[in-house]
């Protein structure tokens, strides 16, 4: 029996990376916000995000399943998807909702778009946004430390622009005892996690510095009340700024391909995290900043190309 083999022109490099791998990183980066959230929240949290979790997972089986499909489960991006759903979800909610932004995740916005890599906007946050337009009261109560249910720091700076941090509000935003949704409990485990995926090259550190940096730029320009009237320490460590910074903007998927395209992608985030927080009537914007800038992503990749190695510039 004659046998064809069809080989691909040099040069020929292997590459120990997978999805597999590099998720596995992505899980090992989320572990200490994830233990922060449970420790806040107790079972309540472990709940929500078990709900999710499996809600992701089963939904990705299924779907390949019926469709046919190559079922690739075990490459842990549904896991994936399903734990930042849970991060940006308050613990305790009603068990249907992290089962319903599971199974919306993703099958609407990444199977029926192809699957893994073909959809065009973070499927997570898609489905944040999907559940606070159905369930808005479940998704606004915020439960804090001890059982408690109260305001976000956002949403009091909101409502009183004269409130004034204390040394307490900010240990409590850095080390897991501020009320908000799960993965947003402590600004030191998502840095943590977020160093720790630059440093093995799983992200690429430009997005996150220049959200971060235009952040506080635009924060500073805009102000609560006037020109440099913010707290940018506050601001910055408040909220999901951390989490979406590091780990929903910096998406393969639905982020640029080139590092000026990255640059773009950060500051765009930052933009309209700050517009959308101190203009708008929502409290937060990085949800809904990062998915905007989802949406640019193709005309960033297609005007801000690297130039072709050896091409000359054509004199008019």
Request: proline share 5%.
């Amino acid at each position: 029996m004659e046998v064809i083999l069809t080989v691909s022109s040099p040069p020929h490099i292997y590459g120990r990376d997978t999805i597999q791998r590099r998720m596995r990183d992505v899980l090992i980066a989320l572990s200490p916000a994830c233990i922060f959230g449970i420790n806040t929240y107790g079972i309540s949290a472990f709940y929500t995000i078990a709900e999710a979790v499996m809600a992701a997972v089963i939904a990705e089986y299924l779907f390949q399943k019926v469709t046919g499909k190559k079922v690739t489960i075990l490459d842990l991006s549904a896991v994936i998807t399903g734990l930042l759903l849970a991060f940006n979800l308050p613990p305790g909610v009603p068990f249907w909702i992290p089962v319903i932004g599971g199974v919306f995740a993703i099958v609407a916005v990444k199977q029926l778009f192809g699957g893994l890599g073909q959809n065009f906007v973070n499927p997570a946050l898609a489905a944040r946004a999907f559940l606070l337009a159905s369930f808005p009261v479940d998704m606004t109560t915020w439960p804090i430390a001890d059982g408690v249910t109260g305001a976000t720091y956002l949403a009091q700076i909101k409502g009183n622009p004269g409130f004034v941090a204390q040394a307490g509000d900010y240990m409590a935003l850095l080390f897991g005892k501020a009320g908000g949704c799960i993965g947003e409990t402590s600004a030191v485990a998502l840095i943590v996690g977020g160093l720790y995926l630059i440093f093995r090259k799983v992200i690429n550190w430009r997005i996150p510095v220049f959200y971060i940096g235009s952040f506080v730029v635009f924060s500073l320009l805009i102000g609560r009340e006037a020109f440099l009237d913010t707290n940018v320490i506050f601001e910055v460590l408040s909220g999901g700024l951390m989490l979406g910074a590091f780990f929903m903007a910096t998406d393969y998927a639905t982020s640029p391909i080139t590092p000026k395209g990255k640059v773009i992608m950060g500051i765009g985030c930052g933009f309209f995290s700050v517009m959308i927080r101190f203009l708008g009537g929502y409290p937060e914007g990085v949800s809904y900043a990062i998915l905007i800038m989802n949406l640019f992503v193709p005309l960033i990749d297609k005007y801000v190309r690297p130039r072709i190695y050896g091409k000359v510039k054509v004199k008019a």
